[in-house]
Each structure stands twice: as structure tokens, then as C-alpha cells.
């Protein structure tokens, strides 16, 4: 099965194409929301890279959000348009889970976006030859976060909410991995695709919505 892997959720975005298990070619790039048309000929290069066209395709699987409102939308508008017309396969990950994955840390991960307004989106996950869902996705202070963790000083931290909250995940005791593993890769929700197809299949393309977790800045009454 050739499936096309996307996320857009953070400023760097990834896009993968996989078959039968392996990743076939992967890149990242810069994403804006002035410059969301850069996302589809990147698709192509791959494809056209690989020897294959979108013909080709039997399968999306889709970073789900949350982060950037306008970002998570660039990748499920394309991801949603694709199945649409060529009636192809839907999978959909957290892009929390897609850190998580490819951070590759044998202990529990805390996954974090910067939320902004004082607050991350967060989510826990054990990954390894199995992949579990220890805490969902959620919008929350970094302080609340660590609060509700029993034990800080058990769990690694990835993403780009880690950043200004590096003294205090210090302080609790966790473990800050590398900058290089915060940002989602595509090639992840491959593997959460390839691996746990039952978790993330969506039955109904057309009716899905990505993993917003809170409303964007205009729906809440608030400045951007």
C-alpha cells in the first residue's frame, strides 16, 4: 500500500511517502499560513521522486493537531481533498503522537506544542513495541501539566512548548530530549499507520475534524 504521509500542525512541516512498511522519501519545510500552496507541489516532488503519481496513492495518514489552527487545517483540507476525489484509506494521529514516536525514549514521553497564552497543548504517551496513550491531548499551563504528572522526574519532554518551560520541567526532574526530536515527523504517522491502522482509521473522511483541542483565537472572542 502506498501511502502519503502530512503534517502541518507546526512551523516546520513534514511530508513522507511510504510503502509496504518502508519510507520511500520524506522532506520538511517551512509552513505559513500565506504560503499553505507550497505543501501540494512538495507532495508531487515526492511522488514524481519515488517514480509514482498520485494515482498511485491508497492511503493518507494525517498529523490530526493539535497546534497552529491555520496549520492543522493545511494538512486536513489536502489530506481530506485526496481521499475525496480518489477515494482513498483516512488515518489520523495526534501530532503529539507523532512527536512522541520519534523521539524514540524507552521511558514515557510528555509530548508539548506551544499553545500560546500562557498555555501548552499537551499529551502523554509509552512508546515502544507497543504504543500507548497515557494522558490525551489537552490545553493547559505548563505548571498544571507537571502538577498532574505523578512523577516528573519519570518522563522525557519533546516539542516546541518545552522551550519556555525548560527551567521548570528542570526543576521537577524531567528530562529534556534533544531540540532535533521536537517537531512531528511524517515518517512517524507512518509507522502509527502501518502499525496500529485499527487507532487511527477514520471511516468517514468527509465528516472528520482534525484534534483542535480549543477553539482558535477569533471563536473564543480573543485577539490572534
Same mark, same amino acid.
Given at each position: ?41 512538495? !507532495? ?12 498511485? @496513492?491508497?492511503? !493518507? ?66 512508546? %515502544? ?12 499551563? @505548563? ?18 512548548? !518545552? ?9 521537577? %526532574? ?51
Amino acid at each position: 500500500m502506498v501511502t502519503l504521509a502530512l503534517d502541518t500542525s507546526t512551523p516546520v512541516g513534514s511530508v513522507a511517502v511510504g510503502r509496504d512498511g518502508q519510507v520511500l522519501a520524506e522532506s520538511s519545510l517551512r509552513v505559513r499560513a500565506t504560503h499553505s500552496e507550497a505543501v501540494l507541489p512538495e !507532495v508531487d516532488r515526492l511522488l514524481t521522486a519515488c517514480g509514482l503519481g498520485a494515482r498511485d @496513492l491508497q492511503a !493518507v495518514v494525517v498529523g490530526s493537531g493539535p497546534g497552529s489552527f491555520t496549520g492543522v487545517r493545511i494538512a486536513a483540507s489536502l489530506a481530506k481533498g485526496m481521499c475525496h476525489a480518489r477515494d482513498l484509506a483516512l488515518f489520523a494521529f495526534s501530532s503529539l503522537a507523532a512527536v512522541a514516536v520519534g523521539a524514540r525514549c524507552e521511558e514515557p514521553v510528555c509530548a508539548m506544542f506551544d499553545a500560546r497564552r500562557g498555555q501548552v497543548y499537551a499529551a502523554g504517551y509509552r512508546v %515502544g513495541e507497543g504504543f500507548e496513550e497515557l494522558f490525551a491531548p489537552r490545553a493547559a499551563a @505548563l505548571e498544571q501539566v507537571l502538577e498532574d504528572l505523578d512523577e516528573p522526574g519519570a518522563w522525557c519532554f519533546a516539542g516546541d512548548g !518545552v522551550g519556555p518551560g525548560e527551567s521548570a520541567i528542570r526543576e521537577a %526532574g524531567g528530562r529534556i530530549l534533544d531540540p532535533d526530536t521536537w517537531a512531528p515527523q511524517a515518517r512517524s504517522l507512518l509507522w502509527l499507520a502501518w502499525t496500529h491502522p485499527g487507532r487511527g482509521h477514520v471511516p468517514e473522511p468527509g465528516s472528520w475534524e482534525p484534534g483542535y483541542v480549543r477553539l482558535p483565537a477569533a471563536q473564543r472572542g480573543i485577539g490572534a
